[in-house]
Nanobody, 123 residues
């Protein structure tokens, strides 16, 4: 498995932006995703990409978040704009060799996980 390390989290006011990074070492997964988990809630899929040619987004973040990959750096990004308080959560990146299509948002399907980075959005 590749080691996945997230960074870029922090505290921001509503309407602000953050860019999360997920650096992978050792292997380059074909599929990468971002998930988030708020206190007391289940982990939910935010965005996923397969070979950078296919992307999926949760309805709650469409038009605000963008997932991208830099293969030279083996890093996956999540650009988050127009942040809302409900975006507050721990954000995790995940990697896998498979692509799960319409089931991409199911955490149990993903093979490798990072340790998470906290995003807090205040009014």
């Amino acid at each position: 498995q590749a080691l996945l390390v997230e960074s870029g989290g922090g505290s921001v006011q509503a309407g602000g932006s953050l860019r999360l990074s997920c650096a992978a070492s050792g292997l380059t997964y074909t599929s990468m995703a971002w998930f988030r988990q708020a206190p007391g809630k289940e982990r939910e899929g935010v965005a996923a990409t397969y070979y950078s040619s296919t992307t999926h987004y949760a309805d709650s973040v469409k038009g605000r978040f963008t997932i991208s990959r830099d293969y030279a750096k083996n890093t996956t990004y999540l650009q988050m704009n127009n942040l809302k308080p409900e975006d507050t959560a721990m954000y995790f990146c995940a990697g896998d060799w498979s692509w799960y299509g319409d089931s991409w948002y199911e955490p149990a399907k993903w093979n490798s996980w990072g340790q998470g980075t906290q995003v807090t959005v205040s009014l």
